[in-house]
């Protein structure tokens, strides 16, 4: 198949961009694989565990900059299932993203930062927009009546995988190879989105990641906001990414240490 080359279809969005859409509040649906294993789990306890979770997320965007954050559940987002292990009662809680977590992007400047809550401290992760090698397909569909067109792209890397051994949760490195394959339209020539922000010229409304581990869909758009509300997130340590996910194994193994409370299974997708 033909590819179409990503500048050309940007140069064509720069042309027309004063008569088009450049900001706005979009509400995405996001459906998300469970990835946990337990050796020797009972039956029973597996068929307690959701296979999916299901939540949605709001990203406001307007001057080149985007502001993305989860939005608060329908219903209970804590879960526990209880199992016997080796005599013992193991009790797990299944955990979301943090409700107050943001991640607020500057499109043009290439930077990302993000509002991470862990245990009792809250973070500030900075980060750059880390571009992929993105191809365009030829593929278009239609999303809440726009016309998009279809990139693809693999991100090659690593990624924790927790597990529980002996009633204890470990966390361990697998490799983790990421293909993406996004819809965006350039009617909007803002390059927003629920994920990989910055890297495509017009706003993302669906993606999906390995083949449906995780997926976003947009339900609906609005084309007026207020733009004040888009504005780089206060309070916290700031920290990188790779030093963010240290913290997390901090605070996972004090918690065994201390008999902390229940092993928890944290959902994919944030």
């Known amino acids: 198949m033909k590819k179409i080359g990503i500048v050309a279809v940007a140069a064509l969005c720069m042309q027309v961009a004063a008569a088009q859409q450049t900001e706005g509040k979009i509400i995405y649906e996001r459906t998300s694989e469970i990835q946990f294993r337990m050796a020797g789990m009972p039956e029973e306890m597996q068929r307690q565990i959701p296979r999916t979770r299901t939540d949605k997320i709001e ?42 977590d943001v991640t607020f992007t500057d499109l043009g400047k290439g ?6 809550e862990l245990g009792t401290k809250k973070f500030l992760v900075t980060d750059s927009v880390n571009k992929l090698n993105w191809k365009l397909t030829g593929e278009t569909r239609t999303i809440l009546g726009y016309s998009c067109q279809q990139a693809i792209a693999q991100r090659i890397g690593t990624r924790m995988q927790p597990s529980v051994v002996n009633g204890q949760v470990k966390r361990e490195v697998v490799p983790d190879t990421a293909n993406f394959t996004a819809w965006f339209t350039p009617a909007i020539p803002v390059a927003a989105g629920p994920e990989i922000q910055g890297q495509l010229p017009g706003l993302i409304l669906a993606i999906d990641i390995n083949n449906g581990r995780t997926v976003y869909k947009a339900l609906e758009l609005s084309p007026k906001i207020d733009a004040a509300a888009i504005k780089e997130p206060k309070g916290g340590k700031k920290i990188t990414q790779q030093e963010f996910r240290e913290e997390q194994d901090k605070l996972m193994q ?17």
């Open 111 to 116: 930077t990302i930062v993000e509002s991470r």
């Open 59 to 100: 990203v406001l965007f307007a001057n080149n900059q985007s502001l993305r954050k989860q939005l608060p559940p329908e219903e209970a987002d804590d879960q526990t299932f209880a199992s016997e292990d080796g005599g013992r009662r193991v009790q797990f809680r299944m955990v979301g993203p943090g409700a107050d």
């Open 254 to 270: 004090d918690m065994q240490r201390n008999g902390g409370g229940r092993p928890m299974i944290r959902r994919m997708g944030n």
